[in-house]
């Protein structure tokens, strides 16, 4: 199993214990192809010993889970962040308040890779009176909320309950979060360095690559907290965001953009305080952006959508040069 990828070189652990091995000549073929088909952390690889003693990684087998991000280059390949997992927990701290935004972008990247996606709230002991954010991100997001305090303990068993039968979780949120603090806490001991907040209140970047350990009978993968996240298609929204997917199936028409359309559902429930603008903003750019993300990497894709614009385009010209019928005036 892949502990931990620095620069080309996988960390495994194997029956004699950990390991350093390169991707072989197979491997470094496929990879040049699609960068996500690298080894990533816990990754299950088979080896290959050289008599020069030489180890190279051969070959991945299949993956049951895999989290990835759009290439931070813009183009339609992916980052591998890690593999094989049971859950994916995005942590955000209740100190400062919640980014609902970023939680809408990460949720989003977690239910896409095929775990089971949860929300953990660190630093509950900084806010006391955290009951109504709980339940409202609950509410909004659908998924389990679990508010926690590496410091005083309140809230840790809940979040050990993840790890359970050997199962593996991965970390996923910004700097400062609190998640090398929480593997310290589920752990008992210190292994993960752990940083102050800056005084703007933004974190510092405390881990610099993902790693596997493993604590409360399972498996946690904590990385670099992300300062962007790409979102590799529309995968994942519609669960993210699934009041407003409710709320879009009764709208007049089913390519409908929630923007002026009539019969527009979405539009009559921020009308009557069901929904939030805010939560359209969010839902409305993260769909553009997995579109984006889609139109990369799908040439039919991409000629239909030049079609549309192209015929968009014949319209408006027609109707700009359309003279005036100065009657009406």
Known sequence: ?????????????????????????????????????????????????WPDQRITVEDVDPR??????????????????????????????????????????????????????????????????????????????????????????????????????GRTVALLGPSGAGKSSLVNAL????????????????????????????????????GPGLRSVGINSAVGLSETFADVTALASDCRFADCGHAVEPGCAVIAAIADGELSLDRLDSYRQLVAEGFRQELRGDARLRQEEARRRKVMQKALRRRDQKPLDRGRW
């Not at 390949?77 to 209740?94: C, I, K, P, S, T």
């Not at 210190?190 to 970047?205: F, I």
């Not at 493993?214 to 904590?222: E, N």
């Open 187 to 222: 752990a008992g001991e210190n292994v993960m360095l752990v940083n102050a907040l800056r005084k703007d209140g933004k974190g510092r970047h405390t881990t610099v690559t993902r790693e596997l350990h493993p604590v409360a009978g399972g498996y946690v993968i904590d």
């Open 64 to 165: 049951r889970s895999l989290l990835a991000r759009a290439d931070a280059d813009g183009s339609a390949r992916h980052q591998a962040l890690a593999a094989n997992l049971d859950f994916v927990a995005v942590v955000e701290g209740l100190v400062p308040e919640p980014d609902r935004n970023r939680i809408a972008r990460l949720l989003a990247l977690a239910r896409a890779s095929g775990a089971e996606p949860v929300l953990i709230l660190t630093k509950a002991d900084l806010e006391p009176d955290s009951g109504w954010m709980v339940a409202q991100l609950r509410s909004l997001y659908d998924c389990p909320v679990l508010p926690v305090s590496s410091a005083s303990g309140d809230g840790l068993p809940a979040v050990r309950a993840l790890f359970a039968s």
């Open 1 to 49: 199993m892949v502990v931990r990828v620095d620069r080309g070189i996988a960390v495994v652990e194997a029956e004699g214990g950990l390991l350093r091995a390169g991707w072989g000549g197979a491997l470094l073929g496929r990879v040049s192809e699609d960068p996500a088909a690298a080894p990533t952390t816990g990754d299950r690889v088979r080896l290959r010993f």
